[in-house]
């Protein structure tokens, strides 16, 4: 019963360098959605998708990339890392609008 | 703009006390609000929802209760335990693909 499964769960980059992370989840869920968290702030929307093959900007997209190739994978990229980009990813999934989102355990992200 | 707020960033009760924490939204177009709760290096963990066509659902020790004239809805957790030591979010969502998180309330039970 995995859930919504992220990966890596720790990662520590330099300014500039790039790194993908993974997000699989087996309930069958259309809606996907990266958010970050950062101290004090609640969840923040980077983007999500409706279906595999399509993606949408959120509340906070610049500096990140994604890609739904499979409807259980959502993939998030950071093509040059910045240190304002250091805070704890969370990948979550949904059955559909107006549902509750499952949460993968989050990625700790820090930028050198 | 939408925004979700709350009323205290931390609350601590006394185990088996029981526990509410408040919760104010802005927008009064909102039909779905959600409660979560994470642990310490763990993701949010849905708890309980409701929608805007009821005032109070309840779970397992918890309830939940919506006052839409005033725009504030709050967790109630009975007999608070331990493992309800945690932060709580209270989350609304609009019917479109962003759900708005409120900064979240730690709660602290001391034994």
């Known amino acids: 019963n995995a859930g919504v499964t992220q990966t890596p769960k720790f990662r520590v980059l330099k300014t500039g360098q790039s790194m993908t992370l993974l997000c699989a989840q087996d309930?069958?869920?259309?809606?996907m959605y990266w958010y970050r968290q950062d101290p004090g702030m609640g969840l923040r929307l980077i983007h999500y998708?409706?279906?595999?093959?399509?993606?949408a900007k959120g509340e906070v997209p610049d500096g990140y990339n994604v890609s739904r190739l499979k409807k259980q994978n959502f993939l998030l990229g950071l093509e040059s890392a910045a240190p304002s980009q250091t805070s704890v990813y969370f990948c979550?999934?949904?059955?559909?609008?107006?549902?509750?989102?499952?949460f993968g355990s989050g990625t700790q992200l820090s930028v050198l | 703009g939408e925004s979700v707020g709350l009323h205290l960033p931390t609350l601590s009760v006394q185990e088996g006390d029981n526990s509410i924490i408040n919760c104010a939204y802005s927008?009064?177009?909102?039909?779905?609000f959600i409660w979560y709760k994470q642990e310490s290096g763990k993701g949010p963990q849905f708890i309980i929802d409701?929608?805007?066509?009821?005032d109070k659902r309840q779970g397992q020790r918890v309830t939940v209760l919506l006052n839409k004239t005033v725009k504030h809805l709050s967790l109630q957790i009975a007999a608070t335990q331990p493992g309800d030591s945690a932060v709580y979010f209270c989350?609304?969502?609009?019917?479109?693909?962003?759900?708005?998180f409120g900064a979240g309330t730690r709660l602290f039970v001391k034994a």
């Open positions: 979550a999934s949904s059955l559909g609008l107006n549902e509750k989102l499952f």
């Open positions: 309930m069958n869920h259309e809606y």
């Open positions: 998708s409706v279906g595999e093959g399509t993606t």
């Open positions: 927008n009064s177009a909102s039909d779905y």
């Open positions: 409701i929608r805007s066509n009821m």
């Open positions: 989350a609304e969502g609009t019917g479109g693909f962003k759900t708005i």
